[in-house]
C-alpha cells in the first residue's frame, strides 16, 4: 500500500532513478551490467474497481503507457483502455462458450463463381465453381456473430487454436455430405505453422474420401519465421 504524499512525484522520481543507473546483476557464473535501463511504470489506484483488480490496472497503464510513448502512465477508471479490456473479456466469454458448445461455431459457404458465354442466348452465366467456408459464432441466444466481432480477440488469446479446428473439421464434414462440390478454405500460414492445428488438418486430410474436392488458400503473414514447416 503507498503511504506516500504525492504518487505521481515519487513514480517520477523512481522513473528516473532506474533509468539514469546501470543495473548490475550478480549470479553464480558472472556478474552482468545493463546500461541505459528503460523502465515503464503503470500505477493502479488505491483500490480495486467493481470490474478490474489493482494489479490489471497496473497492467493496462503499463500497456497504455507503451502506446501513448511515455514511460509512467496513471490509471484512470473506465477509460478508452479499460473499455476495450472489458469488451474484449466479454468477445472472449463468447468464443469460449461458442468452441465448448456443439452447433455454436458454424461456417457459410459463400458461392465463387464462374462466367461463361451461353453462345445461344448471347448472355454470359454464372455458375459456382466452389464455395468459400466463411467462419460465424452464434451466442447462447442463438444470435449470429461475425469475423470482425470477434476474429482479433481470438488470435490475440489461446481461444484462436480451437476455433481454427472447429472450422477445419466443419469443413471436412461439408466434403464428406457433398460429394461432388468443390470448398475453399482460408488458412494463414501461422495456423499451419502451428503444430496441433497442422496435425488436426492432417489427419483430417488422410481420412477425407473427397480431399481433391478441397482449395486451400495459404494466407501469408509478417510473424511467420518457419515457412519449411508451412511447406512440408
Known amino acids: 500500500k503507498y503511504d506516500g504524499n504525492d504518487v505521481r512525484a515519487d513514480a517520477k522520481k523512481i522513473a528516473e532513478y532506474f533509468n539514469a543507473k546501470e543495473i548490475q546483476i550478480y549470479t553464480y557464473e558472472n ?30 497503464s503499463v500497456q497504455k503507457a507503451a502506446k501513448s510513448d511515455e514511460n509512467i502512465e ?4 473506465n477509460d478508452e483502455i479499460e473499455r476495450t479490456y472489458k469488451q474484449n473479456q466479454e468477445v472472449s466469454k463468447l468464443i469460449r462458450y461458442a468452441v465448448k458448445t456443439p452447433g455454436k461455431v458454424i461456417v457459410e459457404c459463400q458461392a465463387l463463381c464462374e462466367r461463361k458465354m ?13 464455395y468459400e467456408i466463411l467462419v460465424r ?24 487454436i480451437p476455433l481454427t479446428k472447429c472450422i477445419v473439421d466443419l469443413t471436412f464434414d ?15 500460414s501461422l495456423d499451419m505453422a502451428n503444430e496441433s492445428i497442422r496435425t488436426s488438418f492432417f489427419n483430417q486430410l488422410s481420412r477425407c474420401k473427397n480431399a481433391k474436392n478441397l482449395t486451400i488458400e495459404i494466407l501469408e503473414s509478417e510473424e511467420i519465421e518457419d515457412y519449411a514447416q508451412v511447406d512440408n
Open 31 to 60: 556478474d552482468v551490467i545493463y546500461p541505459d535501463i528503460e523502465i515503464v511504470l503503470g500505477v493502479s489506484l488505491e483500490r480495486d474497481t467493481i470490474n478490474i483488480d489493482r494489479l490489471t490496472q497496473a497492467k493496462l
Open 74 to 77: 496513471f490509471y484512470i477508471e
Open 118 to 130: 451461353d453462345a445461344a442466348k448471347q448472355i454470359y452465366a454464372y455458375k459456382p465453381a466452389s
Open 137 to 160: 459464432i452464434k451466442d447462447e441466444y442463438d444470435v449470429i456473430h461475425y469475423p470482425g466481432e470477434f476474429l482479433n480477440v481470438a488470435k490475440n488469446s489461446a481461444l484462436y
Open 174 to 188: 461439408l466434403l464428406e455430405k457433398h460429394h461432388t462440390t468443390r470448398f475453399s478454405i482460408n488458412l494463414s
